[in-house]
């Protein structure tokens, strides 16, 4: 009951609902972009390289990260007039940038580059995190419920010391 209270007062403000759309639709862009499921022709035409499975995971992080993100700003700008910053605003903040690992192809061979690694030990490493993507979705989701946890925990505690 409190969780529910929780959501909707912050999603009763117009600004956040937009927020947690526009983070929604650019999550879920970036993760059909990241993952190689479109592929795009110079001289014109698509490939899709999607299943429902892909799909509905795919889908459902983007969602998750669109209601995540504005509950923790929500939270923050709360309570950093009420009171001073607590440790779980921080480890809200890093299940949601750890909640990126369905990104894990288009992010870790760019970190393994700079640290030295060649190009073909990139390319199979990027071939076999690919085939990973569905786990490391998995883990992403889950990565995201502990967030969406935390910020509740996060907006019902701001809501508690502002009254």
Not at 99 to 111: M, T
Request: aromatic share 8%; proline share 4%.
């Amino acid at each position: 009951m409190v969780a529910r209270d929780s959501f909707m007062e912050v999603y009763r403000q117009r600004t956040y609902q937009l927020a947690a759309i526009i983070g929604a639709a650019g999550m879920a862009i970036l993760l059909v972009w990241s993952s190689q499921i479109v592929t795009v022709f110079p001289q014109g035409g698509l490939f899709l390289d999607v299943d429902a499975l892909t799909l509905s995971s795919m889908a459902l992080a983007a969602v998750l990260m669109g209601i995540t993100l504005p509950l923790h700003w929500f939270a923050w700008r709360r309570t950093r007039v009420v009171a001073p910053a607590s440790g779980l605003g921080v480890v809200g903040t890093l299940f949601s940038v750890g909640s990126l690992s369905c990104c894990a192809p288009l992010l870790l061979p760019g970190v393994l580059s700079l640290l030295g690694f060649s190009g073909s030990a990139l390319l199979a490493f990027n071939v076999r995190v690919h085939q990973l993507r569905l786990p490391l979705t998995a883990l992403a989701i889950a990565f995201l419920l502990v967030s969406l946890w935390i910020g509740l925990r996060n907006v019902t505690r701001s809501c508690r010391l502002k009254a």
